[in-house]
């Protein structure tokens, strides 16, 4: 390994991501100030059929357009999704507010490679020493949520993609090889070096 350096690494939403995202919001948006009026007005009154146009409303808003106007929002604002310096790594822009380990509570750092419709991502899994790597302090829901999406998906509660950050998992690898000095595990199809 390299000797640790001052320097953060930031990893911002990559642009053609913010793009699709908010192409996708404002579509949604459009497509719901349409539909829900209409199948509300088939609805005629039906309570089943009224639960169910606003439930895909809930849905629509919950899980598509709010998460993504989120993420562009940070992204426009100049907030990281995830920052890699010589204290240790932080989903988020801040140690005070975001999901944060320190270098010295790293157990083990694992790349899973997974290939799926064509694209090649590198999930990058952190597996902390103690089973609660944020400071105690009080979560809100959203980060609450990505704790417990993150122990399903990654057996982690610190987990993520590196295909949607910019410079991708090239510019990810290269921030660990600067500042962490353990042994990085690489798992899946396509190899790559950390």
């Avoid at 939403?13 to 919001?25: D, H, Q, R």
């Avoid at 999704?81 to 010295?104: K, P, Q, T, Y």
């Avoid at 799926?116 to 609660?132: A, E, W």
């Amino acid at each position: 390994m390299t000797e640790r350096h001052a320097e953060a690494h930031r990893f911002y939403l990559a642009n053609w991501v913010t793009a699709l995202f908010i192409m996708s919001s404002v579509g949604g948006t459009v497509a719901l100030w349409f539909a829900v009026p209409d199948l509300l007005r088939d609805a005629g009154g039906d309570t089943g059929k009224v639960i169910g146009a606003l439930a895909i409303l809930a849905v629509f808003l919950g899980l598509l357009i709010l998460p993504e106007a989120y993420l562009v929002t940070r992204r426009l604002v100049g907030v990281p999704l995830l920052v890699i310096d010589r204290r240790g790594i932080v989903f988020g822009g801040s140690w005070d507010r975001d999901l944060a380990v320190e270098w010295h509570n790293v157990r083990r750092i694992t790349v899973r490679t997974t290939r799926s419709n064509g694209v090649t991502d590198h999930m990058l899994v952190i597996d902390p020493i103690r089973p609660k790597p944020v400071r105690q302090r009080a979560m809100n829901i959203r980060q609450k949520a990505v704790l417990g999406l993150n122990r399903l998906m990654f057996g982690s509660p610190v987990g993520t993609s590196t295909v949607y950050l910019g410079g991708g998992w090239k510019a990810v690898g290269e921030g660990l090889r600067q500042h962490y000095s353990g042994a990085i595990a690489l798992e899946g199809k396509s190899g790559g070096r950390a």
